[in-house]
């Protein structure tokens, strides 16, 4: 079908934390960009919802991260002045953890390798800094001063309109079912039988993109259902709840058969209650089918609150439900498709890819216009 008009020179399919970041960065370089999402952007049925993401440099997952999370905290920052709006809050986070555990040694691995300013607090001095914390005797904490949340909902919608106003096309509710290549193009047929044609295309669908009849995914994920809860604070005690950092803790720190990590965000004026979860992939689901919630699958987290933040946590006030797309060992998988031409493929965020969200739009700008990136980008490799 040679001399087929496109609608864009890039799809990005799927259109939130990582596609939203894409269509800015491909539309801010002069490039025509159609970004199509199943459902509204942002939306509740993505892996973005429920309002806060913890953003943390000194990395414990792996020290490579950090270079790419120093540049995400610059870039975020230059996203709120260009876009005058509030989407990064620097509180610090607090880890918790046996000094030989995985969290505390890789805290303190990126933070003394990448000469991050932190904190080893112990005992005494870990108990006159953060009181509000009741925490088993032979845990440290480590303070991570560069760290906060970002608004998840907020972020995605602002950059996505900021994608727009550079001169990027968003098509929303539109479910794309099948893809097919031609000699030159790309043709993308959506649930509603439209069809739309670009040259390259950027697979940035989530959960979405493991879904078989689309055939992009060159390596396996699992999606994996996850609880949010929100937690009353107790009567009288906001502003010790205002004044928390955020917060991560080994669950094995308070019993030793907990697999997983707790982690928690403050009660500030705008998420006026206590925000927890347990990081650790839940039960297999699909993509699509929607999820209930159930308040059952935070009891664990509702003990730890009580025992970890006793004067201040109180009930479960509000739940919701969520979906991890998992890498088999947990770190993202990003690069070109060796199959598939001019298909870029961006997958396996595994619960904690939110705060790189505007340093992989210019990862996938470059990987989708140039084939390669200029950052560390190997050790996620999607072929590794
Ligand atoms: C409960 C929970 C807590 C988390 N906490 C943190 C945290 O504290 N810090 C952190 O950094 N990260 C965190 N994460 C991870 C982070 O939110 C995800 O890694 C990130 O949102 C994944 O981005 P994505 O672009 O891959 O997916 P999404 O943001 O889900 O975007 C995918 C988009 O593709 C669309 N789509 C899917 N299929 C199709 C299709 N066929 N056609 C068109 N569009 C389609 C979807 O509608 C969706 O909008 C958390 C995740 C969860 C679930």
């Given at each position: 079908m040679a001399g087929k008009s496109m609608d864009a020179e890039v799809l990005v399919l799927g259109v939130g934390s990582m596609g939203a970041a894409t269509c800015l960065s491909l539309a801010r370089r002069g490039v025509s960009v159609l970004g199509v999402d199943?459902?509204?952007?942002?939306?509740?049925?993505?892996?973005?919802?429920?309002?806060t993401r913890m953003m943390r440099l000194s990395y414990y997952e792996h020290p490579s991260y950090v270079a790419l999370l120093k540049e995400a905290w610059d870039l975020w920052r230059a996203l709120e002045q260009e876009c005058g709006a509030s989407l990064l809050n620097q509180t610090g986070a607090l880890y918790f953890g046996h000094p030989d555990g995985a969290l505390i040694r890789g805290t303190l691995q990126a933070a003394e390798q990448h000469d991050l300013p932190h904190q080893l607090l112990q005992d005494d001095a870990l108990h006159r800094a953060f009181p509000a914390f009741s925490v088993p005797e032979d845990c440290v904490g480590v303070l991570d001063e560069r760290a906060g949340y970002v608004y998840s909902e907020h972020a995605v919608k602002t950059i996505a309109n900021r994608a727009v106003a550079y001169g990027a096309r968003l098509v929303q509710d539109c479910p794309i079912e099948t893809i097919e290549y031609e000699e030159d193009h790309i043709v993308f047929i959506a649930q509603s039988g439209e069809r739309f044609h670009a040259k390259h295309l950027v697979v940035?669908?989530?959960?979405?993109?493991?879904?078989?009849?689309?055939?992009?995914?060159?390596c396996s994920v699992e999606v994996t259902r996850q609880a949010l809860g929100w937690f009353d604070v107790l009567p009288g005690q906001d502003d010790p709840a205002q004044n928390l950092p955020c917060w991560a803790m080994e669950a094995s720190a308070l019993n030793a058969s907990n697999p997983g990590l707790l982690y928690g965000f403050p009660a500030r004026g705008d998420v006026p209650q206590l925000k927890a979860a347990l990081h650790l992939p839940g039960a297999v689901v699909d993509a699509h089918t929607p999820l209930t919630s159930e308040a059952s699958a935070l009891q664990p987290v509702e003990m730890a609150m009580r025992s970890l933040l006793p004067e201040l946590s109180g009930k479960l006030s509000h739940h919701e439900v969520c979906r991890y797309t998992n890498s088999s060992d947990g770190h993202f998988r990003i690069g070109r498709h060796a199959e598939k031409p001019n298909t870029t493929v961006a997958t396996g965020?595994?619960?904690?890819?939110?705060?790189f969200v505007p340093v992989m739009g210019e990862i996938l700008a470059e990987l989708c216009l140039e084939g390669g990136s200029t950052r560390p980008i190997d050790f996620l490799n999607l072929y590794r």
């Open positions: 199943a459902y509204s952007i942002p939306n509740q049925r993505a892996s973005h919802h429920g309002t940035t669908a989530g959960a979405g993109a493991s879904a078989t009849s689309l055939g992009v995914l060159p965020f595994s619960g904690h890819g939110f705060k």
